[in-house]
T-cell receptor, first 116, second 113 residues
Framework: AQTVTQSQPEMSVQEAETVTLSCTYDTSESNYYLFWYKQPPSRQMILVIRQEAYKQQNATENRFSVNFQKAAKSFSLKISDSQLGDTAMYFCAFMKSGGGADGLTFGKGTHLIIQP | DAGVIQSPRHEVTEMGQEVTLRCKPISGHDYLFWYRQTMMRGLELLIYFNNNVPIDDSGMPEDRFSAKMPNASFSTLKIQPSEPRDSAVYFC???????????FGDGTRLSIL
């Protein structure tokens, strides 16, 4: 079974700063996907970014980028030029590649607060 | 393009009552997932379907929980009888095939009194 650990229950930064959220995972799989989801107070689950384990290049989506270290089983999210709208819970998630265990395994989340 | 649609958005009911949560996946998506979110346990997978067939229901907590997908555009999650510890946010998500990301509905906040 896979486990996902987010060691920072809460973080707070000033608007426009850069912030990094940590995520580590444990798996015996060699092929898998990693995701970051954002959950604002509205309760929606919004996909932020996705990384395929077999790709060495780190994924980026505008102000969001990841630092994927496969050997260390680490998958951190960097948010540049943070905005008030980035305030939300952020969940790291793991999905095994291929058929079989198709659901997502989530970490417990990090509550990110962007201060004006 | 409509997203995953869940109803109701909120449900408050008394212990012992039957609760039915509904989900309409994104058209064309052949995977459907039900998750539960609580403060204590976080987000947990309850069950998922592929082409309307239940594939893995190992996350369903008890026999009081059941899920069906009678066709490609509709799924239900039932709790009978409901208990206060079932209070949670229940999410439905769908996916358009192998290794594609899941798209979530807005969730149903369930409160059992």
């Amino acid at each position: 079974a896979q486990t996902v650990t987010q060691s920072q229950p809460e973080m707070s930064v000033q608007e426009a700063e850069t912030v990094t959220l940590s995520c580590t995972y444990d798996t015996s799989e060699s092929n898998y996907y990693l995701f970051w989801y954002k959950q604002p107070p509205s309760r929606q689950m919004i996909l932020v970014i996705r990384q395929e384990a077999y790709k060495q290049q780190n994924a980026t989506e505008n102000r969001f980028s990841v630092n994927f270290q496969k050997a260390a089983k680490s998958f951190s999210l960097k948010i540049s030029d943070s905005q008030l709208g980035d305030t939300a819970m952020y969940f790291c998630a793991f999905m095994k590649s291929g058929g079989g265990a198709d659901g997502l395994t989530f970490g417990k989340g990090t509550h990110l607060i962007i201060q004006p | 393009d409509a997203g995953v649609i869940q109803s109701p958005r909120h449900e408050v009911t008394e212990m012992g009552q039957e609760v039915t949560l509904r989900c309409k996946p994104i058209s064309g998506h052949d995977y459907l997932f039900w998750y539960r979110q609580t403060m204590m346990r976080g987000l947990e997978l309850l069950i998922y379907f592929n082409n309307n067939v239940p594939i893995d229901d190992s996350g369903m907590p008890e026999d009081r929980f059941s899920a069906k997908m009678p066709n490609a555009s509709f799924s239900t999650l039932k709790i009978q009888p409901s208990e206060p510890r079932d209070s949670a946010v229940y999410f439905c998500a769908s996916r358009g095939g192998y290794n594609q990301p899941q798209h979530f509905g807005d969730g149903t906040r369930l409160s059992i009194l």
